[in-house]
């Protein structure tokens, strides 16, 4: 049972350049999140899927957009990556959406785009 | 006035050390209180939910007051493997359903022997 995976762990990009960062959960949860954590920030909601089938924009979607592809994998996609994108993203995922649910968070993918 | 705010410390304690964290939200309305634990380099974990009444867990308690909005947490007994950011962390009335959280900066921890 290894919970909540992300692929790759560590990415740099160029200006411009696009990539799709990989989330994948065994714990058969219906909710799924993608987060960004920048330094002197809050981890911040960029989009979440409360069901396989829906998904919805958090606080900061611009730039990005997001497939759940079944109920075990929800992926982010940088069409076109910016320096401002220069982050770690965090993928979790929760049994039902609901705050009384915890959420459970994968490792991370560190992002640099120059 | 930002939606939660934290001190970021850093808190330099020694150990066996009592430490408090405090945290305010901004929107009256939020429901859910919670804090999460991240450790350098790692991703977030839940430490404990926050009740009205407060709550308890071993070397832990977590205090809400929902007049001043205002969350604590207390680590008494500090240990070395207790350092780490203490995310404090809300659900505001607009998450609605969906669980959506609002995090703090984090407060960070270091436990000295």
């Known amino acids: 049972n290894a919970g909540v995976t992300q692929t790759p762990k560590f990415q740099v990009l160029k200006t411009g350049q696009s990539m799709t960062l990989q989330c994948a959960q065994d714990?058969?949860?219906?909710?799924m999140y993608w987060y960004r954590q920048d330094p002197g920030m809050g981890l911040r909601l960029i989009y979440y899927?409360?069901?396989?089938?829906?998904?919805d924009k958090g606080e900061v979607p611009n730039g990005y957009n997001v497939s759940r592809l079944n109920k075990r994998e929800f992926s982010l996609r940088l069409e076109s990556a910016a320096p401002s994108q220069t982050s770690v993203y965090f993928c979790?995922?929760?049994?039902?959406?609901?705050?009384?649910?915890?959420?459970?968070f994968g490792p991370g993918t560190r992002l640099t785009v120059t | 006035r930002k939606e939660v705010e934290q001190d970021p410390g850093p808190f330099n304690v020694p150990e066996g050390a009592t430490v408090a964290f405090n945290c305010t939200y901004s929107?009256?309305?939020?429901?859910?209180f919670f804090w999460y634990r991240q450790d350098c380099r790692k991703e977030p974990k839940l430490l404990m939910s926050?009740?009205?009444s407060g709550n308890e867990d071993g070397r832990f308690t977590a205090q809400l007051n929902r007049a001043s909005q205002y969350i604590s947490l207390l680590i008494r007994d500090s240990k070395l493997s207790d350092s780490a950011t203490y995310l404090c962390?809300?659900?505001?009335?607009?998450?609605?359903?969906?669980?959506?959280?609002?995090f703090g900066k984090g407060t960070k921890l270091s436990v000295k022997p």
């Open positions: 929107n009256s309305a939020s429901q859910s």
């Open positions: 979790a995922s929760s049994e039902a959406p609901g705050p009384s649910y915890e959420q459970y």
């Open positions: 962390v809300v659900n505001p009335p607009y998450g609605g359903s969906q669980g959506n959280l609002i």
């Open positions: 926050v009740y009205s």
């Open positions: 899927s409360a069901s396989e089938g829906t998904t």
């Open positions: 714990m058969n949860h219906n909710s």
